[in-house]
């Protein structure tokens, strides 16, 4: 019995791969294991209580119709997954289309401080579940903040980073990152009180409180959270009641151990109407900057979305929006959402064409006028060499692979003659001719020539 339950799922697995596109099937279904299959009653393995979620939400159909074809009508799904990782002990069961209790909040439950909670642990954490570290780009511009938070939700008790404050341009992914932390901190323990608020919200809750004469419901409320993750804080700015009533809440949370999480889209230092008090403990922990996002993080913004959707995205087109769209992140993901629209409309593959219809209407492309020693320079930049041994006699490789690409780019990019080309670099007109066949002809046989050109044009051209 025990290998018929085995076989049957793998049967499921054969029709789930069928159907969906390899990178949600190698996300969503292939962690997922049989553990028995008895009375109509199949007993699956997740990693965690987000599969549930996911697997019910987006997927529920599909699993409902593939289990009736392998199992029968009558069958029922029960996903198990331990609440502590390898620990069976921590076991939790949850049947298909019915939270558990011991997971998902009670009937009623809220993040209104008014609600009253019969059990305190009950709260609606308020958390996006797409916004977690596995769906969040790593890059240099975001790596430091992403570590930080990565260690806080791994060990809530270490209060190092306590508050951590996380601070950067709109659209950078400040609201993903605080989220993540947030749900890998109830994935580790469903029952800690973590709350995801803006500060827009704190404040129209607190002015209801105030008009209420409920200020202290209100206290206790966010008094007794475990982590609280207040995001967009710049908007209590000038708002001293509001300010002041956080501030102690933020100090009994502070002396109760208890972890406090902030974005804003500015560094504390230049917060102009927060009061100085609230500066002061906002550095109290750890200041982490997201950066604007580099052309790495942009490029796997866009490939992990496109994944996500189950599509087939050239690397031209890629190449193009990453290149083109800078500013953010949400910037991006826009632009994703209008190309797919554009393609469905119009009933079209998405080509570098569309793509550059698209961001004509939606962005200012930037075209920077290239000239030979902007490609000298970046060229060097990238192969980690001074811009004058380019210009040397010198036949290394490194040296010689360096000065064939300045050619070959000072060619495509610009419109020195190959003669003017070959002056600058003390090269007769027939090297430079050479050196630009011979990228030319390695180009479709060489996969890192490929990855040099395509890195150095991104930064030309971004």
């Keep these: 019995m025990e290998q018929d339950h085995k076989i049957l799922w793998e049967k499921c697995l054969a029709i789930f791969r069928d159907i969906l596109p390899k990178e949600q099937f190698d996300a969503w279904f292939k962690p997922v294991s049989s553990i028995s299959y008895q009375d109509n009653n199949l007993n699956v393995l997740v990693p965690s209580p987000f599969f549930v979620e996911q697997l019910d939400e987006r997927y529920i159909k599909l699993i409902t119709s593939t289990l009736h074809r392998v199992y029968g009508p009558e069958v029922k799904l029960f996903y198990h997954f331990n609440q502590v990782s ?40 308020q958390l996006n579940p797409r916004y977690t570290f596995e769906n969040y780009c790593n890059s240099v511009s975001n790596r430091v903040a992403r570590s930080i938070g990565e260690a806080i939700a791994t060990d809530p008790k270490c209060k190092t980073f306590n508050p951590l404050f996380i601070f950067g341009a709109p659209g950078v992914g400040k609201t993903h990152l605080i989220q993540a932390i947030g749900i890998r901190i109830k994935e580790r323990n469903p029952r800690s009180r973590v709350l995801y608020v803006t500060a827009r919200l704190f404040e129209s809750q607190y002015t ?33 009641a509001t300010q002041r009533t956080f501030f102690h809440i933020f100090n009994h949370l502070q002396l109760n151990q208890k972890q406090i999480i902030l974005s804003s889209d500015t560094k504390p230092s230049l917060m102009e109407g927060m009061e100085q008090r609230m500066l002061d403990r906002f550095k109290w922990g750890m200041t982490a900057e997201l950066e604007k996002p580099d052309y790495d993080l942009r490029r796997s913004v866009l490939q992990q979305k496109a994944k996500q959707e189950g599509l087939n995205i050239p690397d031209e087109v890629l190449d193009y929006i990453a290149g083109n769209v800078t500013e953010s992140i949400r910037e991006l993901e826009g632009i ?38 902007i490609i ?18 010198s036949r290394k490789r490194e040296i010689s692979d360096a000065r064939q690409m300045v050619m070959f780019l000072a060619k495509k990019h610009t419109k020195m003659p190959l003669k003017a080309i070959g002056t600058r670099l003390d090269r007769t007109h027939a090297t430079v001719l050479y050196a630009c066949k011979n990228i030319e002809e390695r180009l479709p046989l060489e996969k890192k020539l490929q990855e040099d050109v395509n890195a150095i044009e991104s930064t030309l051209l971004s």
Excluded: C, W
């Design 86 to 125: 390898n620990e069976p002990t921590t076991s939790v069961t949850i049947e298909s289309g019915k939270p558990s209790p011991d997971v998902a909040p009670a009937p009623g439950a809220s993040s209104n401080p008014f609600t009253r909670q019969e059990d305190t642990a009950d709260i609606d954490a």
């Design 376 to 393: 000298t320079q970046e060229v060097s930049n990238y192969y980690k060499i001074e811009p004058d041994q380019i210009f040397t006699k």
């Design 336 to 373: 994703m959402v209008s190309l797919v629209a554009h393609a469905t409309v119009l009933d079209m593959d998405i080509n570098i064409d569309l793509a550059r219809r698209v961001l004509a209407n939606a962005v200012k492309i930037n075209v920077r006028q290239l000239n030979f020693e």
């Design 208 to 240: 209801t409180a105030l008009k209420n004469n409920r200020i202290n419901d209100f206290i206790n409320f966010y008094q007794s959270i475990d982590t609280l993750i207040l995001d967009d804080i710049q908007d209590l700015i000038g708002k001293s």
